[in-house]
């Protein structure tokens, strides 16, 4: 082992013009290696450990010597990635031309997949986005909180991430008119960049400074070429690693669901008639949730109207959402409206993970809405007898309740949740 790495060294020196000093990792799976600043190429001692290096790889080992490939020899070893990345491209069908798909360089997007599945750039080396954000959940977490680095424990539940190129079309304005996409449940990031400078440094998540990030990026053995593949040469820098994660979440749409193969069977473009494809108990599920849902929740296929909203959980909130932010009391309450695609996978339900599953979602609706300051005004109701307006409770039957159930399990899109350009490519 210990003349193949000073083999796979020597190699590197020739290769890259600087000089990589191996250590075991962590993860006695794979090594990692430093590499010197740019300001220190190749020495003469250097040249001299390079000797040592290739004198080694001939006197001491019969182990043949790894071909002077990068990808076979940086790459494969740790990651099944096929040299060639795969296509990105979302494609949305003409019913949800309301949406703007995703353009990805696949190289920039395949980048992304293993940064967002990359243990390492934790400070535990226990945490990587995926461990919150589970690809067979809808890119969510089954867990009420998510488990961050040495077992901390998060206050929010888990965002899905499949329906991330279906944002765009929310974007918000900031004061000075630049346009900005609202994430988290309070929108308190407005980029992707904002987004992921969260997760990797929140002390409850990775708990890593930005440059930390960079730097272990920077030890690996595989990044060099996959930033050469993305971007044309090996430097990494933020910027480069939030567009990769961002073009990689950003190909993660769910359009291939049963609702969907509906309405393009039955070339539709408005889901207002009842679809052929779908069973007269979804159909009637369909029609609860085009009036009870939909003013909120959007017509699932456009972006929604209301982006955020209270929808009476509780009183008072003990989360503020956005009420924290922006210190208004009109806020307090305030969160993002989900959007509904994979909902069927993405349990617990709410920001806090409350509703364990779609019956307690669809009872909160049906009777649970509270009197809560702010609460939103579609989920209010006139009271004739005592002039104010009370919480709005559908009062739904349980044939109504499986209905609109069995709707919202034709958003799944199951084919998104195992598809192998999203999974883990980590060996
Ligand atoms: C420890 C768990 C955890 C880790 C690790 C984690 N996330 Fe998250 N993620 C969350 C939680 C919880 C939220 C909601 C946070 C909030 O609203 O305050 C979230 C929200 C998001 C959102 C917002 C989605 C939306 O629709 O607004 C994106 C995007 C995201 N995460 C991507 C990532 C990426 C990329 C990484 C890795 C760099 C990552 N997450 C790491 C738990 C995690
Ligand atoms: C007033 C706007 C509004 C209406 C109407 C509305 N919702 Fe919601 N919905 C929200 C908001 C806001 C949230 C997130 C609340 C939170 O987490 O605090 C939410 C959350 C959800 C969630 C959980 C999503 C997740 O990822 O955790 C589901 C499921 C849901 N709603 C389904 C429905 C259904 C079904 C209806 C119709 C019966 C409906 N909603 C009507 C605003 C609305």
Not at 413 to 423: G, I, Q
Request: proline share 6%.
């Amino acid at each position: 082992m210990l003349v193949y790495r000073h083999c796979l060294g020597a190699i590197s020196i020739i290769r890259n013009g600087s000089f990589f000093v191996f250590e075991q990792g962590r993860n006695a799976k794979y090594f990692t290696f430093i590499k010197t600043s740019p300001s220190m190429r190749v020495k003469p001692v250097l040249i001299c450990l390079l000797l040592f290096g290739l004198l080694a790889c001939t006197h001491e080992s019969e182990i043949p010597l790894p071909q002077p490939d990068d990808f076979d020899l940086q790459v494969s070893p740790f990651l099944s990635l096929d040299r060639t990345a795969p296509d990105y491209t979302v494609q949305l069908p003409a019913h949800l031309l309301g949406f703007s798909g995703a353009q990805a360089k696949p190289a920039v997007a395949q980048l992304g997949r293993v940064l967002f599945y990359d243990k390492s750039l934790s400070k535990d080396g226990s945490i990587s986005c995926a461990s919150c954000h589970h690809q067979n959940a809808g890119f969510s977490d089954p867990e009420k909180v998510s488990t961050g680095v040495y077992g901390r424990l998060g206050t929010r539940n888990a965002m899905a991430l499949g329906s991330m190129p279906w944002l765009s079309g929310t974007f918000v304005f900031d004061s000075t008119g630049k346009s900005l996409l609202p994430l988290f449940w309070d929108h308190r990031a407005g980029s992707v960049a904002e987004q992921s400078t969260a997760a990797f440094t929140n002390p409850l998540e990775m708990d890593l400074q930005i440059s930390e990030v960079l730097e272990k990026i920077n030890q690996s053995l595989f990044y060099p070429w996959l930033f050469q593949q993305a971007f044309g040469d090996t430097l990494v820098t933020e910027a480069r690693v939030f567009t990769a994660l961002s073009q990689f979440m950003g190909s993660m749409s769910s359009q291939h669901t049963r609702f969907d193969q509906a309405m393009l069977q039955a070339g539709a473009t408005d889901p207002v008639a009842d679809l052929p494809g779908l069973t007269p108990q979804e159909n009637e599920g369909k029609t609860l949730y085009r009036l009870h849902c939909e003013s909120c929740h959007g017509g699932l296929t456009s972006p929604q109207k209301v982006y955020e909203a209270n929808n009476g959980l509780e009183n008072p909130y003990i989360d503020k959402g956005k009420g924290a932010i922006t210190n208004k009391f009109y806020d307090n309450g305030v969160f993002r409206v989900p959007m509904l695609r994979n909902i069927g996978k993405t349990a617990p339900y709410m920001h806090d993970g409350r509703f364990a599953d779609l019956d307690a979602v669809i009872e909160h609706y049906s009777s649970g809405v509270v009197k809560v300051f702010g609460l939103h005004g579609d989920l209010l109701t006139y009271n004739e007898n005592t002039g104010n307006y009370d919480p709005r409770h559908l009062n739904l039957d349980p044939t109504q309740k499986a209905a609109l159930k069995a709707f919202l399990l034709t958003l799944t899109d199951e084919a998104a949740l195992s598809d192998p350009r999203f999974s883990d490519p980590f060996k």
